[in-house]
């Protein structure tokens, strides 16, 4: 069953991921990064961090992916981007590489381990105590063992509050803009939908 | 029965080093801002699975109560992140990183 | 079965009757007083801000912004007080999240001179720009806490968010200048890259947290010095990983292809703050993270830390040479002087964090001052950056280009000047553990960084002058703000340079805890 | 993981066979039928009594009462030519109406739909020999799962606005998203009341705390009494404008944006927005009488209905409810979207807030064995007015500011 | 006599004066400009009077620091602030204290009196610590922070290319002197380690006397005081032994008792000799010496290091070529000799070949070189080059005549070749251009100048009967004992010098005038006024060098002790001869 799951689950999150760097489109983009949150989360839930996995649907589907389409449509920048063009010669081959040697970091690191963790075990509480739901758990933990982490995010939301609110502040004029590049088509279509948008920023 | 559990936890940890390579080669090979961010989002996700698959390992529910603290980072990141790609994007509706190289001498 | 549906039951029951309360762990309030004096000055600016049309009067903001930062670092008196009391020393508190040691302490104090430089720098430059903003206050006041947690970070989850609220607030002050693309660009790609390395430290962490079960480094520690991991690769790989994470902030090579950018895009008062107390916090993460969570795997850091270094060093010192904008220089300069301190680091000792503190809270004040010279010589638009527009400034403004030509020698470490000290202290630690090739690179990077600050010299001093060019070059105002600001640098900077003590006293007190922690 | 799924029910406690996999599929039938039908219903009531309301008849051709209109005009749509337009995204248009309708039944999952919870019975009910709940299931996070799901619900909104390839719909669509962002919040700072207060997420749990005894043998433990009515009211306002229902439809607003989100939808497709669109007042409604006012649990009726007496207390209040919603509907004007925002952010979520923090501090007095009214008396007049004060004197310079045109930066 | 200690700090004030000076002069209002110039030659020449002061208050038996200043500057790195002059500096301070004043007087700048006057103070202040200072730090220091007032000095001051030659200056000094601080951070705790590891012995022996004097103590058996006495010297030997220093004579002495020790191990057999030239092998004393010679080296300049000096001392201003000619090259030649032989008397001698190898190349390729220069004070630089090669061969010769001569042509150099760019930029103001072909004939129109500017040269080239001769003749003398073959080459430098010198004279002064020649006019009494005291030395040197020669010799026949004390080198029996005349009588014959 665990075997099935995590199989399905882990295609999903596999293809969601690639979709995500795939797509022409941002917003098929942004709908892959859906699928493999939605994966991760059952990965999750296969694992008994049903709490987490309720909160990553929560913020990340619930919040965070919404507020990607949000700018996307907002701003109208749903222009699909031409990947066949290697920006950089050479720079996609290069990623590429990294990308290999980021992913065999951690297998080569985990293959000496034995494919197993070397901590030490249970240190803040059981995961596989039933008697104790996660939720619990977790409290118990942010409360003792993190609350000072805790309390700084709280700083941590402040800044965005406020470095949003600084960002979205009225566009000046254009002709106040210090462009120093040279003029570019814009798309009247785009200009039209964040126009009228404008005013609705603050809630972003 | 179905239940029959056979899954490595390590198959897990696999996984996410897989998500989290795949989100840092679509960074560097993504010229959409965007996109670039939705890659990190990607890279964080892999973390959060590997908190999680670490947590049930050594049997500790900290790596849980840790991955509250990444979706909390997460979540500032987007706003943060959104409100400057928005004020961008906005004077110049199609910029891509490479257009950013403005910023080159 | 029936002892199953009891356990179900059970929470009613437990519902019913008050909670199990959570036995919520001491707090140590003193502790964190300067992080609750930035953060509520900052809650109190803001609301101030909201409830008045207009501020109470001009300056106030720079001002209030100063004393908060001032006041911070004065309420780590009682704290510095108690560690150094020989009975006491050092302790760990708020359930070991924050280690208080006289390290911590220090770099709090950096970072909130690096502060005060930087409001200062500010109000002359908003006016200028025509930018209204408590926000950057604001963000300068809570980016400079997550600086302070960093200082102090104990576990690495609370090192992490104090590197996000840090950055975070860096990326929007970046972006901040709306009527310039380029700001906005600076904030896009410093973001884009910032989060990237943000996404690595964290896997470091969670890579650390399966190979050692913890995140607290002390926890960690013990774990190491208790447990011989034969097969450690996870270990070294999540070391690897936070590496990257930490050497992105503190802008060393290969991680630090966004500083000349975000330096050259960004507004000049930010950099300023960016240059100092960014690179400051970063600088206090890695330290901790090296030389207390991995404490007893030096082995396995240090060559890296030497590659690093070298590589730091000579990027910074080569790539600085042939740029023509001011703050694209100073940006690579910055590159090599993290170099500098990384050579510091480098050494494992008590010597090397003695030094790398040093040379941070030096730094601090020279890149400051450089910047608030920047910011004046950039005028309305904040784009005159190019040596051209330095040219002559020594017939225009003498004072500023004295002032300026003395903190670039510092820079380039002309002694009698902090920098010569700080750069004294760095190859000392580095003599000491025995590295000297490292020192002699080094040295030979910094008389090629010399070449980019008597390239800026020359133009200020010796470049040929177009007369008709003088006049305008008169009328350059150099506010009020920043003309404090430059005195502040000067007076630090010549005064470390003749007594170095006055630093190296108390970074000295300082280290001796952290190490032998 | 098999710890997790014996949590869920005591059904599979025996392990699973075919018995148990029989009553999950029958337990998922059932509750699909019931949400297809009340939707078939709640659109009829719906006209109905806005009919009454306008001293018209409504719907009465078809069956007894118009009550098979719905059915009819359901017909109608499937076998309509089914439009897509030239300039939409094909795949994203045709998964946006079931990305609409999947989560509205989705949230039903959670719902405990009958089960006697008096004295300390938490709720179980037997089928054919196998004990279980009268629910699809109970996870122990299931006030998250709520929440999870509707917030799954914007995309359908969203991706069909945007994939329409047409602008009335991206304008509709670009303001549902902000709108259900925004009022996620205030939903959620509301529910964490509730969670404060019975200590639990597990929805079942929840109901079960709220049949324990009141106040004064009459007054009934309900969450909309002990949290004080405020989060109540909030969680209702938050509700309102989550489904999109009036006076918050925006969305649609026939007189600025044509149909909305799916004005370019026709056919079955469309249909689905519009199972999505009236199914949301019947969840909505469930779920409020479950977290708030304690769902199927109530007095068991007499004689042989008892079995049936949580299912009964369930659907009457429901019923108050859904009266509700179109009563609503019937007589609010719709708000302005600035009106809207400013609600929004403005006033419930720094009052939900506010009250929440006062819940919290009493529930520290309670422990430490402080005067309630002391408690009260800072944290409401204290603490709440300085703050009321603030932000009514920041509201007003903002006013001024904005008057004297010098928000521009 | 004056008593040598006196209780006025003689070089700090002759340090701090020159500061406060410029500090002075930078806060001179602008509208206050003609005070300037007094309140510079004030403060410069009360500075000349301290050296002065100092020169007649020396006491010339005494081989050691005199005047020495000691305070703690920087505890933790055990850095102070040690001056000290002995008779191989002596001279070198004197002659800072007054060719200064001499250049103030002299030359007047174009423009900037203020901030060319305070340059130059804290040049002066710069350049006479660096020759007194006592702390390898404090040493570094000074040596470092001269280079900020020429540059600004060349760069703000001097002619067309200035300010590639000021770059060119700055950065080449610079490049020196970076690795000469690793090696100086080096050797300091290189020391602290051989301190500790002798520690280690001390330490030993302190556990071993306490414990039996324990149990005599506790037994009631009296111990003898003497034991009492150890034991404290001991735990102060142990406790301070890990505390650095910078301090030069406390390191010197150390490596040199430590070499000694090497000496004799290797004289009984039971040590190798480590002479090999394979790098791998060579310990670190040889790789620090190399990072101090370099920065030396620099700036002698020795030769493939000296491209800078001929185009710092064409564009810098006159008053900047003096002092870069007379005082600021003896900063490398005192180092070789301060901290080259004296702190490293091992590697010095290993690398005593190569270096005056690279001194005598400089002597012919500067003569070389000079000959066929078109522009006159580019000759004079490259002059400089085969003179300062002349001061290495004599200083690497390591015996007391190559040494003390070397010391004394320090000297010499300074007053010379100070004069002759004073003369040169007499020239330069009156007919604007340095180039040799434009100028001829100009012995008609200025007897005068041309008469100083013959003495001068002659000096230079090194009559007998005039003060080069002196430093020369004592250089080859010394250096023919040891490095007979370089000496030899050395000594055809010596007619080089005579021939670019006086062609250059001859194109210069006879000839055919043009009418412009004619038309330039002569040295006035000012100028001869303050070129007098010059000249005077000049003469009186050549003619009676005793009094300096006597004050150096001591100094010198130290080092060459210290040197023989700590490694097999051994003085040529011809060389220990003295030289001074005085103690003629003692030794021999002398020259």
């Known amino acids: 069953m665990e075997t099935f799951v995590f199989f399905v689950a882990a295609a999903i999150c596999l293809a969601g991921a690639l979709g995500v760097v795939l797509s022409k489109n941002p917003v098929h983009s942004a709908l892959s990064l859906v699928g493999t949150l939605f994966g991760v989360a059952v990965l999750f839930v296969a694992q008994n961090a049903n709490f987490l996995a309720a909160v990553q649907v929560i913020i990340y589907a619930g919040a965070i992916v919404v507020l990607f389409l949000f700018v996307i449509m907002l701003l109208g920048v749903d222009r699909a981007e031409n990947l066949s063009v290697d920006p950089l010669v050479g720079q996609r081959a290069a990623a590429i590489v990294a990308g290999v040697a980021i992913f065999a970091l951690p297998v080569a690191a985990l293959a000496t381990t034995g494919w197993d963790a070397t901590g030490a075990i249970a240190n803040l509480g059981s995961v596989s105590d039933s008697a104790v739901p996660d939720v619990e758990g977790i409290g118990r933990v942010l409360f003792t063992r993190y609350i000072f982490a805790l309390e700084i995010t709280s700083i941590l939301l402040a800044i965005a509050v406020v470095g949003a609110v600084m960002l979205a502040k009225k566009s000046p004029k254009a002709a106040d803009m210090i462009v120093d590049l040279p003029a570019r088509p814009t798309s009247t279509d785009a200009d039209a939908a964040s126009a009228d948008a404008t005013s609705e920023e603050g809630t972003a | 029965m179905l239940l029959a559990a056979g899954v490595e936890p390590s198959w897990y940890l696999v996984l996410a080093s897989a998500l989290f390579a795949i989100g840092a080669t679509g960074l560097l090979v993504r010229r959409n801002p965007l996109v670039m961010f939705m890659c990190v989002e990607l890279m964080l996700n892999a973390v959060t699975l590997t908190f999680v698959t670490f947590s049930r390992m050594l049997d500790d529910i900290g790596g849980q109560a840790v991955v509250v603290f990444v979706l909390v980072v997460a979540a500032a990141e987007v706003v943060v992140g959104l409100g400057i790609i928005v004020a961008i994007m906005r004077r110049r509706p199609d910029a891509t990183a490479d257009d950013l190289a403005l910023l080159k001498g | 079965m029936h002892a199953l549906l009891a356990n179900l039951t059970a929470p009613l029951q437990a519902a019913d009757e008050a909670f199990d309360p959570i036995p919520t762990p001491e707090i140590e309030w003193f502790t964190i007083v300067p992080l609750l004096v930035l953060v509520g000055a900052a809650l109190g600016l803001m609301t101030l801000t909201a409830i008045t049309r207009r501020p109470l009067f001009g300056g106030f903001y720079p001002l209030a912004t100063s004393v908060a930062a001032i006041g911070a670092a004065v309420c780590t008196w009682p704290i510095w007080d108690r560690i150094q009391d020989p009975e006491r020393g050092p302790f760990t508190a708020l359930a070991g999240a924050i280690g208080v040691d006289g390290f911590s302490v220090f770099m709090t104090v950096v970072i909130c001179s690096s502060v005060v430089v930087a409001a200062l720098l500010a109000d002359g430059y908003l006016k200028r720009e025509g930018l209204d903003g408590p926000e950057l206050y604001v963000l300068l006041l809570l980016s400079a806490s997550g600086g302070v947690v960093m200082a102090a970070a104990n576990d690495l989850i609370v090192l992490f968010l104090g590197l996000e609220i840090l950055s975070l607030a860096v990326y929007t002050l970046a972006a901040m200048h709306l009527r310039r693309v380029t700001s906005q660009e600076a904030g896009i790609k410093y973001f884009v890259l910032g989060s990237f390395a943000s996404a690595f430290l964290l896997y470091g962490i969670a890579l650390t947290y399966g190979a050692t079960g913890s995140t607290n480094l002390v926890e960690i520690l013990s774990y190491l010095t208790q447990v011989a991991l034969f097969d450690n690769g996870l270990l070294l790989a999540g070391m690897a990983m936070l590496l990257v994470g930490l050497l992105f902030k503190v802008a060393a090579a290969p991680f630090h292809a966004w500083t000349p950018d975000v330096y050259q895009g960004a507004p000049s008062p930010v950099v300023a703050y960016m240059a100092s107390g960014v690179k400051a916090a970063g600088f206090a993460g890695l330290i901790r993270v090296l030389y207390l969570g991995f404490q007893t795997y030096r082995v396995d850091w240090q060559p890296v830390i030497y590659a690093v270094a070298i590589l730091t060093l000579l990027v910074g010192a080569l790539m600085a040479v042939v740029q023509t904008d001011v703050k694209r220089m100073l940006a690579y300069s910055s590159i090599n002087h993290a170099g500098f301190v990384l050579v510091a680091v480098q050494a494992a000792t008590e010597r090397g964090v003695q030094a790398s503190m040093f040379y941070l809270a030096s730094y601090t004040f020279l890149v400051g001052g450089s910047f608030a010279i920047i910011t004046i010589v950039g005028r309305t638009g904040d784009d005159r950056h190019s040596l051209d527009d330095y040219r002559g400034l020594a017939k225009a403004r003498p004072a500023l280009a004295l002032v300026f030509a003395l903190l670039l020698f510092s820079q380039a470490g002309v002694p009698f000047t902090s920098g010569f000290f700080a750069k004294f202290y760095a190859i000392a630690a580095a003599v000491d553990a025995g590295s000297y090739p490292l020192a002699a690179v080094a040295m030979l990077t910094a008389v090629i960084a010399a070449f980019l600050y008597l390239r800026i010299t020359v133009s200020m001093f010796l470049g040929d002058v177009d007369d008709a060019d003088i006049p305008e070059r008169r009328t350059l105002p150099v506010p009020v703000g920043a003309a404090i600001a430059l005195v502040i640098c000067v007076v630090v900077t010549l005064g470390v340079g003749i007594f170095p003590h006055v630093l190296t006293g108390p970074a000295g007190d300082a280290t001796a805890v952290l190490v032998g922690f | ?409 | 006599m004056l008593a040598a200690n006196l209780a006025f700090p003689l070089l700090t004030a002759a340090i701090l004066v020159p500061l406060a000076g410029a500090l002075l002069i930078a806060l001179v209002p602008a509208t206050r400009r003609e005070v300037i110039r007094p309140l510079a030659v004030l403060f410069s020449a009360t500075t000349g009077a301290f050296t002065l002061w100092m020169l007649g208050a020396f006491d010339r038996s005494d081989a050691g620091f005199q005047f020495a200043t000691s305070h703690t500057w920087i505890e933790e790195f055990g850095i102070g602030w040690n001056l000290g002059v002995d008779g191989i500096s002596l001279f070198l301070v004197v002659l800072t204290g007054v060719l200064f004043p001499l250049t103030f007087v002299a030359v007047t700048p174009k423009h900037d009196p203020k901030a060319y006057y305070a340059w130059l103070l804290m040049l002066q202040a710069g350049c006479i610590g660096a020759f007194s200072a006592l702390d390898l730090f404090l040493f570094f220091i000074f040596f470092e922070i001269v280079l900020v007032p020429m540059y600004f000095l060349i760069g703000g001051w001097g002619y067309g290319q200035r300010v590639y030659a000021a770059l060119k200056f700055f950065l080449f000094t610079m490049f020196g002197s970076a690795l000469m601080l690793v090696g100086i951070v080096s050797l300091a705790f290189l020391d602290r380690d051989a301190a500790l590891e002798r520690s280690e012995v001390a330490s030993e022996e302190l556990a071993g006397l306490q414990e039996s004097i324990d149990v005599r103590e506790v037994s009631g058996v009296d111990v003898p005081q003497e034991e009492y006495d150890r034991l404290d010297e001991l735990t102060a030997s142990v406790e301070g032994a890990d505390q650095l220093t910078f301090d030069l004579v406390e390191i010197a002495e150390g490596r040199a008792e430590a070499l000694a020790a090497d000496q004799a191990a290797i004289d009984a057999g039971e040590m190798e000799a480590r002479d090999s030239w394979n790098p791998l092998d060579w310990e670190a004393a040889k790789w620090i010496f190399l990072a101090f010679a370099l920065a030396f080296a620099v700036k002698v300049p020795l030769f493939p290091l000296h491209t800078w000096l001929p185009d710092a001392h064409t564009q810098a201003p006159t008053a900047g070529s003096v002092i870069l000619a007379g005082v600021m090259l003896k900063l490398g030649t005192y180092g070789f000799v301060r901290f080259g032989l004296y702190l490293f008397p091992d590697a010095s001698l290993f690398f005593a070949p190569v270096i005056a190898t690279l001194g005598v190349i400089g002597i012919i390729y500067g003569a070389v070189v000079a000959t066929m220069q078109k522009d006159i004070k580019r000759l004079v630089a490259y002059s400089s080059v085969a003179h300062l090669g002349f001061i290495a061969l004599g200083t690497f010769a390591m015996t007391t005549q190559g040494i003390g001569g070397g010391v004394l042509q320090m000297v010499n150099h300074g007053i010379s070749t100070g004069a002759l760019f004073l003369l040169l930029g007499m020239l330069y103001e009156r007919r604007h251009t340095y180039d040799i072909a434009a100028m001829s004939g100009l012995q008609k129109a200025t007897p005068v100048l041309a008469g100083v500017f013959t003495l001068v040269m002659l000096s230079s080239i090194g009559l007998p009967g005039l003060n080069g001769f002196v430093g020369e003749f004592l250089v080859l003398a010394g250096a023919y004992l040891t490095l007979k073959w370089w000496a030899v080459v050395a000594a055809a430098g010596v007619i080089l010098a005579a021939l670019y010198l006086l062609w250059a004279y001859q194109r210069v002064f006879h000839g055919e005038p043009t009418e412009e020649d004619l038309a330039t006019p002569d040295m006035r009494i000012g100028e001869l006024a303050y070129m007098a005291p010059l000249l005077v030395l000049i003469v009186f040197l050549g003619v009676y060098p005793k009094p300096v020669l006597e004050r150096i010799e001591p100094s010198v026949a130290a080092l060459v002790s210290h040197i023989e004390g700590a490694t097999d080198f051994e003085e040529p029996a011809a060389a220990t001869s003295g030289f001074s005349g005085t103690t003629a009588d003692d030794h021999g014959e002398g020259e």
Do not use: C
């Not at chain 4, 069909?160 to 919040?185: H, I």
């Not at chain 4, 799916?262 to 909505?284: D, L």
């Open chain 4, 1 to 409: 993981m098999i710890g997790a799924i014996y949590a869920l029910d005591p059904l599979y406690l025996d392990g699973v066979g075919l018995a148990e996999v029989l009553i999950t599929l029958g337990k998922v039938l059932v509750t699909f039928l019931i949400l297809l039908l009340s939707v078939l219903f709640m659109v009829w009531f719906e006209r109905k009594v806005i009919a009454d309301m306008q001293n018209r008849v409504g719907p009465n051709r078809a069956g007894p009462f118009g009550l098979l209109q719905t059915l009819a005009d359901g017909l109608k749509l499937i076998v309509k030519e089914d439009l897509i337009p030239n300039r939409s995204r094909r795949f994203v248009f045709a998964l946006a109406p079931f990305l609409s309708v999947i989560p509205a039944f989705l949230v039903f999952a959670v719902v405990p739909l009958g089960g006697t919870f008096s004295e300390g019975d938490p709720g179980i009910v037997t089928i054919a020999g196998h004990e279980t709940f009268a629910q699809l299931a109970d996870p122990p996070i299931g006030v998250l799962w709520i929440l999870a799901v509707s917030s799954i619900g914007v995309y359908g909104v969203m991706l069909a606005g945007w994939s329409s390839g047409s602008k009335y719909p991206l304008l509709g669509s670009v303001r549902a998203t902000a709108q259900m962002v925004s009022y996620e919040a205030a939903m959620g700072l509301s529910i964490a009341t509730l969670i404060m207060t019975t200590g639990s997420l597990s929805t079942r749990t929840m109901v079960s705390v709220q049949a324990g005894e009141g106040f004064a043998g009459f007054v009934p433990n309900w969450n909309v009494i002990l949290t004080g009515i405020v989060p109540f009211a909030i969680f209702f306002i938050a509700a309102l404008a989550e489904t999109n229902r009036p006076p918050f439809d925006l969305v649609e607003a026939e007189q600025e944006l044509v149909g909305g989100f799916h004005t370019e939808y026709s056919s079955i497709r469309f249909g689905m927005f519009f199972v999505a669109e009236f199914m949301h007042p019947v969840t909505m409604s469930a779920v409020i009488v479950t977290l708030w006012f304690g769902g199927p649990a109530g007095p068991l009726l007499p004689g042989f209905l008892e079995p049936v007496s949580g299912v009964f207390w369930l659907v009457a209040k429901v019923f108050v409810f859904l009266y509700i919603f179109v009563l609503i509907r019937g007589t609010l004007p719709r708000f302005r979207y600035d009106q809207l925002m400013d609600l929004g952010w403005k006033v419930l979520i720094p009052l939900q807030l506010g009250w929440l923090l006062l819940l919290a501090a009493l529930n520290v007095g309670r422990d430490e064995g402080w005067n309630y009214a002391v408690v009260i008396g800072i944290g409401f007049f204290v603490v709440g007015g300085a703050t009321f004060f603030l932000l009514s004197r920041a509201s007003e310079v903002s006013r001024q500011r904005r008057e004297l045109g010098e928000v521009d930066a």
